[in-house]
């Protein structure tokens, strides 16, 4: 369903073709497959010589000077045609002021919207640059021969004050020209071609030309649009429509870039009423980069006869009716039936076990079986094809596609409407006059089960349900094809509410200086699975190999590919994936003291790339719109890589978008996650400033290309494999105090400083939560807790040091007492203990209050951890309080993340208790016995929270008889067993 030549003028205006582009990696192509797939240009604002641009052309004779057999060759061509009577007086060409490599002068546009539709443009160009000389050199008039005819009236050379007249030494050759049959479109254009001889910089060229004529298809209701602004400066811009004064004419000003100002001069002439626009001095409408397609940078002056939207749905109506049109339709049988093959096909379909299967079997085979090919010529531009006549033909575009799905689906009972939309611009009906031509796309309307789903049945690659497919043209504004349609439509907004590409590496190493076993797994879903799905299984495996390879041989050199790249869907068809499994020469390092192993995880490959100015006029574009990404690594170290237990995490949230990242490092297995997602599509220009600032955030950084490390000390060399996980524990704890020991020793030359306390502080926390390994350093904390108590000079630090040591020591009171005689700041852990105390002791206002606090400053800084928020989370439960909207924002964030993001969708009731302790129970053995422990602490809490006191007991004994020693959740669940027994301490 294609536009004419100058209907609309897309947002863009240049082209980036992706001939020369070479891409060394699979996401990368997907990435440009994706941007490409919704921001597709229209020739409508480019130079001509441009749009020639890898036509496919058949040339026809050359037609040189005007003798009366060249003029014949082509009767819908005519050379030095006389002007048309009833248009106005041309505008003579006013001098040039303005600067640049191009000038329009002269941009006048006549239309006669009576009878035979007449548009005539005089146009005069000036080129300043030898660069552009091409612009005047060769010129492209278009035109569809099978309904219009084009009169070239005068064409000129202006050179200072002297005109050259090459009306009748002009070469012309006519070529039809169809440059997208590589993409399914055949259109019935020719072009004439003029190729100019001895053009200089400094000339003009003026050209006179008028083409008649109008599809066929509009019948005798005229409309027609005419762009303003151009992408060059323009001295003169003139518009002129003419029509029957008794034949109402609407108009409108359209533009996103421009405030309404344009208003016609009318004349009266006789029977005739002619609207006047004129303009002087026109400065190039902004080439801003990174525009949306939806925002139109230029002026769009509409016409239409077409007085509302019914009437349109009424035109289009009488052409999508089942009856073919009086000159081609057969004769009418007395009971109409459909054609057998349809009723075969049907049939085969109907078998399904309900509508929605039926409906779904059915658009699968249109879009699969049907291939797109659109001959649009004449009426076949708009008015679709029989039913039989598709699945005869076997190809059709989408009106015929359309049409062919809907009678499918009528012979199975099922209700559906063919639906008008603009795929380049989906919002510009919605700001445009009635009129047909701002549609470019026919989609379906579906009705199932009391819901209505929009279909393409141009697409392929699709095979989910139709629920669960992504609606076509999301926020499109559509016309349904219907008797009774009074207005346009909105069509749903896109959802985005999981990662649309999803990146998995799982790593596997047996030895730190041995070769590792990678298994990757890259998923795409929503709008990019069906194109991804049709793009690669149409590719071949040498080069699904080499894509994949791309990725890692330059960070792996010697990466070598030992199985896949395999094709996979998911069961329910909205998830496509590339699984491949590689070897990595020995990809870990020792670097001084320690092991580091080097990743990219491309997760923002081009997703943070915006103009270089930041100063627009105009909207810019989110890198892939409304976008959501997963990078997310797994680590399996060899057994003596035991000892390990850390998190973090690092939260950059702004109004554009919330980079994400977390990291969960659990013995000898790592799992560190990336989310990315974009919270809306378009920025407007006064914010770009602010998002240029966001995308130079320093932390960004650590996003991309980074490594993992850690220290020798924690990689044990004799007997790891015989080491329970105690032991590898107290080993742990050994290795920390030793190195605390030395610090101490080393600074206690010195006189006291906050950074020696510090040490201090963290050997007491340390010996009270994990114990001493086996050193028999745990004799002395009585004496060391005493003598930071008398410690002077730093009393806040001292007395926050020693709040949280009674706190570890479960001695609620104490340590509350303590935390009241220095100021807590909001985003220390301190808080969060104060906030635990409080629960614990009966005072669950304060502690919600503390939890509050505790969690905005977190959230602010973006280092809020998972198991913090499985604290507070308790913290509410307790107090019977839901989670504060951003913390419950922050819970919903991360679905399916890495441990213990698993705890906080149990307490949030996303799964049950033993859903949780399965997930605890797939982990390796060291991995596994943590986050059992996890597991079963929040799992009692939450039970002594809901007042089922013996399943707490029962939960939490559990933790006491297994518990690893120096986990914060060991602590608590000790605490919260100690008040169930009522051995707890008394509030004071």
């Not at 071949?540 to 330059?554: G, R, Y």
């Not at 509050?852 to 973006?862: D, F």
């Not at 509410?876 to 993001?901: C, E």
Request: aromatic share 8%.
């Amino acid at each position: 369903m294609p536009h004419r030549f100058h209907l609309l003028p897309i947002a863009q205006s240049y082209i980036q073709s992706c001939n020369s582009c070479h891409y060394n990696s699979l996401l990368e192509s997907i990435y440009w497959l994706l941007s490409h797939l919704t921001m597709r240009l229209s020739p409508a604002l480019l130079p001509a010589a441009i749009v020639l641009v890898a036509a496919n052309v058949i040339t026809q004779p050359v037609l040189a000077a005007p003798k009366a057999a060249a003029a014949k060759q082509d009767s819908t061509f005519i050379r030095n045609a006389p002007l048309p009577k009833w248009i106005a007086p041309l505008s003579a060409v006013p001098p040039a002021v303005q600067t640049g490599p191009v000038v329009l002068r002269l941009m006048e546009t006549q239309a006669w919207a009576g009878p035979k539709p007449v548009v005539l443009v005089n146009r005069a160009v000036q080129v300043n640059d030898k660069s552009k000389l091409g612009e005047i050199g060769q010129y492209s008039l278009p035109y569809r021969p099978a309904y219009e005819k084009l009169s070239l009236h005068r064409v000129a050379i202006l050179r200072g004050d002297t005109v050259l007249d090459r009306t009748a030494t002009v070469n012309i050759r006519l070529l039809e020209q169809e440059t997208s049959v590589a993409t399914g479109f055949y259109m019935g254009v020719t072009s004439a071609q003029l190729l100019l001889d001895d053009v200089r910089v400094g000339d003009t060229l003026q050209i006179v030309y008028s083409t008649e004529g109008a599809n066929p298809v509009f019948g005798s209701t005229w409309t027609d649009d005419y762009q303003w602004d151009r992408h060059i400066p323009q001295e003169v811009r003139k518009l002129l429509v003419s029509h029957p004064a008794a034949t109402p004419l609407h108009w409108r000003e359209v533009s996103d870039a421009y405030a309404p100002g344009l208003a016609p001069v009318i004349e009266r002439i006789g029977n005739i009423e002619r609207l006047r626009f004129e303009g002087q001095a026109l400065a190039p409408f902004s080439l801003d980069e990174g525009v949306p397609n939806d925002v139109l940078r230029a002026r769009v002056l509409q016409f239409s006869e077409y007085g509302s939207w019914q009437q349109v749905a009424q035109w289009a109506n009488a052409l999508f009716a089942p009856t073919p049109p009086a000159s081609t339709a057969r004769p009418a049988a007395k009971k109409p039936e459909a054609p057998s093959e349809l009723v075969t096909l049907a049939q085969r379909f109907a078998g399904g076990a309900n509508d929605t299967e039926r409906a779904s079997a059915a658009l699968r085979w249109v879009q699969d079986e049907i291939r797109y090919f659109s001959v649009a010529l004449g009426e076949n531009s708009h008015r679709p094809q029989v039913p039989d006549e598709v699945l005869r033909r076997r190809f059709g575009d989408c009106k015929d596609k359309s049409v062919l799905l809907i009678a499918l689906l009528a012979q199975m009972g099922i209700k559906a409407e063919p639906v008008l939309v603009n795929a380049q611009l989906p919002t510009y009906p919605r700001k445009s006059i009635a009129a047909p031509t701002v549609f470019d796309h026919a989609i379906v309307r579906v009705h199932l089960d009391g819901k209505t789903y929009f279909v393409d049945p141009t697409r392929v690659g699709e095979k989910a349900l139709i629920p669960l497919l992504p609606t076509a043209v999301p926020g499109a504004a559509g016309l349904v094809v219907a008797a009774d349609t009074t207005d346009l439509i909105a069509l749903p907004e896109e959802v985005v509410d999981q990662p649309v590409i999803e990146r998995l590496e799982s790593f596997v190493l047996d030895e730190l200086d041995g070769d590792a076993r990678l298994k990757v797994r890259i998923s795409y879903r929503g709008n990019l699975a069906a194109p991804v799905r049709a793009a690669l299984n149409g590719s071949s495996p040498p080069d699904l190999a080499k894509n994949v390879l791309a990725d890692f041989d330059k960070l792996y050199p010697g990466a070598e590919l030992v199985e896949g790249p395999t094709l996979e869907d998911s069961a329910d068809g909205t998830t496509f994936s590339v699984l491949s499994a590689l070897r990595l020469p020995k990809p870990v390092l020792q670097q001084n003291s320690l092991y580091v192993m080097r990743f990219d995880s491309k997760v923002l490959n081009g997703l943070l790339r915006i103009p270089g100015s930041l100063t627009r006029t105009l909207p810019l574009q989110m890198p892939m719109g409304r976008f959501q990404t997963r990078y997310r690594m797994q680590v399996q170290w060899p057994q003596r890589v035991k000892m390990m237990f850390s998190e973090g995490a690092v939260d950059i949230d702004n109004p554009f978008f919330d980079a994400r990242q977390e990291f969960s490092w659990r013995g000898n297995e790592l799992d560190y996650t990336i989310d990315y997602a974009t919270k809306r599509a378009q920025v407007p220009a006064a914010e770009v400033p602010q998002l240029g600032a966001a995308v130079k955030n320093p932390a960004l950084q650590s996003f991309g290309e980074g490594n993992v490390h850690f220290h020798e000390a924690f990689a044990i060399n004799v007997g790891a494999e015989q080491l329970t996980v105690q032991d590898a524990i107290a080993m742990r704890n050994k290795t920390i105090l030793a190195s605390l020991g030395e610090a101490i020793k080393e600074r206690s030359r010195s006189p006291m400083t906050a950074e020696i306390l510090g040490l201090k502080c963290a050997a007491v926390r340390h010996l009270v939560t994990a114990g001493d390994g086996g050193s028999g350093t745990l004799r002395y904390l009585p004496q060391m807790i005493a003598d930071l108590a008398q410690q002077k000079g730093f009393d806040k630090e001292r007395d926050l040091c020693l709040g949280q040591v009674y706190f570890s020591q479960l001695d609620y009171p104490r340590a509350l007492e303590t935390f009241a005689k220095t100021d807590v700041k909001e985003d220390d852990a301190a808080l969060l203990k104060q906030a635990w105390a409080r629960m614990s002791l009966g005072n669950t206002a304060a502690a919600a209050g503390d939890a509050v606090r505790y969690v905005k400053a977190k959230l602010k800084q973006g280092k809020l951890l998972p198991s913090e928020a499985i604290q507070i989370a308790l913290v509410f439960q307790h107090a019977h309080q839901p989670l504060p909207p951003d913390l419950q924002a922050y819970v919903d964030a991360v679905p399916d993340g890495a441990w213990p993001r698993p705890v906080l969708d149990y307490l949030g009731g996303k799964i049950g208790q033993q859903a949780l302790l399965d997930i605890a129970r797939e982990f390796g053995p060291v991995k596994r016995e943590m986050a059992l422990n996890d597991a079963w602490f929040a799992i009692g809490s939450s039970l002594r929270a809901q007042g089922k006191a013996a399943e707490a007991i029962g939960a939490l004994n559990y933790v006491a008889d297994h518990g690893l020693r120096g986990f914060e959740s060991t602590l608590l669940a000790r605490s919260e067993l100690a008040l169930l027994t009522g051995t707890a301490p008394a509030a004071k």
